[in-house]
T-cell receptor, first 112, second 112 residues
Framework: DAGITQSPRHKVTETGTPVTLRCHQTENHRYMYWYRQDPGHGLRLIHYSYGVKDTDKGEVSDGYSVSRSKTEDFLLTLESATSSQTSVYFC???????????FGEGSRLTVL | SQQGEEDPQALSIQEGENATMNCSYKTSINNLQWYRQNSGRGLVHLILIRSNEREKHSGRLRVTLDTSKKSSSLLITASRAADTASYFCATDANFGNEKLTFGTGTRLTIIP
């Protein structure tokens, strides 16, 4: 299994509070991604990173920010959580050479 | 908008039968990938087929790609209860392998 861990795995928070999800990898892969998964929508890309301090937006980036200060860590921040951000968030990594993504186990976020 | 759309949304078959699911996409691609997701888990890569390939096999999996119709199919032969999962196609239409877009998935249930 690829060395990728997400934390926390489960979180319940209230509307308006900040939330940070962490993705940690031990594979030294260049590319890291944050997706959200919602019923009827499949997986949608939020943000991705192609190197330290190099990030770009995905299709559903509004309300989210990311940071990557080290190769191994990719943080997803919700500055002020809303109920529409209740979802399961997946981090994924790839070396880019084959395109195969390795996924973490997901972080289930509930915003009340 | 989603690049890939799977069909059917849900499929139930008897153990031992073959399962076929389809994926349609909208724009030209470099490659198409299939992933499996067991309930409550992250996605796992199954197979990648490049745009210049028409068919690919991996164990009990057979994937076809028809770029003229912008469609792909995943065939699982001799299904097993452990094949019960959701299956997603993913394409790299936008910026090459570094940015995959996923479909909404097919939920496959194998009846023992």
């Amino acid at each position: 299994d690829a060395g990728i861990t997400q934390s926390p795995r489960h979180k319940v928070t209230e509307t308006g509070t900040p939330v940070t999800l962490r993705c940690h990898q031990t594979e030294n892969h260049r590319y890291m991604y944050w997706y959200r998964q919602d019923p009827g929508h499949g997986l949608r890309l939020i943000h991705y990173s192609y190197g330290v301090k190099d990030t770009d937006k995905g299709e559903v980036s509004d309300g989210y920010s990311v940071s990557r200060s080290k190769t191994e860590d990719f943080l997803l921040t919700l500055e002020s959580a809303t109920s529409s951000q209740t979802s399961v968030y997946f981090c994924a990594i790839t070396s880019g050479s084959t395109g195969e993504l390795f996924f973490g186990e997901g972080s289930r976020l509930t915003v009340l | 908008s989603q690049q890939g759309e799977e069909d059917p949304q849900a499929l139930s078959i008897q153990e031992g039968e073959n399962a076929t699911m389809n994926c349609s996409y909208k724009t030209s691609i470099n490659n198409l990938q299939w992933y499996r997701q067991n309930s409550g888990r992250g996605l796992v890569h199954l197979i990648l087929i490049r745009s210049n390939e028409r068919e690919k096999h991996s164990g009990r999996l057979r994937v076809t790609l028809d770029t003229s119709k912008k469609s792909s199919s995943l065939l699982i032969t001799a299904s097993r209860a452990a094949d019960t999962a959701s299956y997603f196609c993913a394409t790299d239409a936008n910026f090459g392998n570094e940015k995959l877009t996923f479909g909404t998935g097919t939920r496959l249930t194998i009846i023992p």
